[in-house]
C-alpha cells in the first residue's frame, strides 16, 4: 500500500511474514513501474507485537494519489538467507496523509504504512490523549461539509487503561485544537490485566482547553467486532459502534456552536483515523 507523510512525500509499504537481513533492505532491491524509489527503512513491529510480520517503508518520487502502480522485489532475503529472486504487487495509492501530532516517544516513533487500497497499521509513541495534549499519530484526508466516516480496528498492542484507536475529526492539525473523536481501547494492558475496555467518544470543545467525554458503552470484540463510525451535519458532530459495520449504536452527539465556544466549525476539516497509547498514563 501507499499513503502520503506529513511532509507530502509518497511512502510505498512493502509487509513480509517475518523478519529480514537487514543488508537487503535497500532500496536498489525495490522498484516501481513508474516513478522511483529513493530509500527503504525497516520497520520492525509493522503489524502489532503479536505479529510475525515485518515492514519496510520506502521513499518514492512520480507518484499520484489515486493513480495505480507495481512494486518489484528482488533479492531480499530473511535471517536465514532465502532470497526472494522476483516478486511483484499491485497497489494504488490512498487518498491519506500521516501525521505525527504533539510529542512522540523515541521507543515507538510515530508512522503509518498503507496496507492494501484501504487499510493502515498505524506506529505511535504518544504520551497523552487528553486534557489539552494530543500525543497521536493521524491517518486523515480534508474533507469540506458533511461526512459519514467508518473504519473496521482489526487490533491494538496491549499499552495503557486509556489507549485509544479509531476515528477523528479536528479543526487543524495543532495539539490543542478542537476535536471530536469515537473509538475503542485494546482489551488488556501491556501486563495482562483488564483495561478500560470500552468505546469512547471524546472532544475539545475549545482550542486549547480541556477535555471532555461526550459519552460511551460497549465492548470492542477484535479482530471482527470493533466498527467506529463519526458523521457530521452542519456544526453537530455525531457519533457510533458497531459490532458488524451494518447495525449502529449512538454513542454521543456534540453541537459545537451551542456546547463549545460558540463558534462554528470550519467549512474544511481533517477527518481520518487516530491512534494515542497514552503511554505517559
Known sequence: GALRN???????????????????????????????????????????????????TLNTTGLTPGNTYTLTVRNVRDLKGNAISTATAQFTVQRLTWAAIGTQNDGMPAGALGVGNDGVNVQAGGNAFWNATDDVTFVYEQVTGDFDKVVKIEEQDASSNWARAGLMVRETLATDSRYQAVHAPDNKKWDGTDSNNAFETNRRLGAGGNTSS??????????????????????????????????????????????????SLPASMYVGIVYGPENGN
Request: no cysteine; glycine share 12%; proline share 2%.
Open 6 to 56: 506529513e511532509a507530502g512525500a509518497i511512502q510505498v509499504s512493502a509487509i513480509f511474514d517475518e523478519a529480514l537481513n537487514l543488508s537487503t533492505v535497500t532500496a536498489a532491491n525495490f522498484s516501481l513501474s513508474s516513478g522511483s524509489v529513493t530509500g527503504a527503512a525497516y520497520v520492525e513491529n509493522s503489524s502489532t507485537y503479536k505479529s510475525l510480520e515485518r515492514g519496510v
Open 214 to 263: 461526550s459519552g460511551a458503552g460497549g465492548r470492542p470484540s477484535y479482530p471482527d467486532g470493533a466498527y467506529v463510525r463519526i458523521m457530521r451535519t452542519g456544526d453537530v458532530i455525531h457519533m457510533f459502534r458497531s459490532g458488524d459495520g451494518i447495525t449502529w449504536t449512538q454513542l454521543g452527539r456534540t453541537d459545537f456552536l451551542a456546547e463549545g465556544d460558540l463558534t
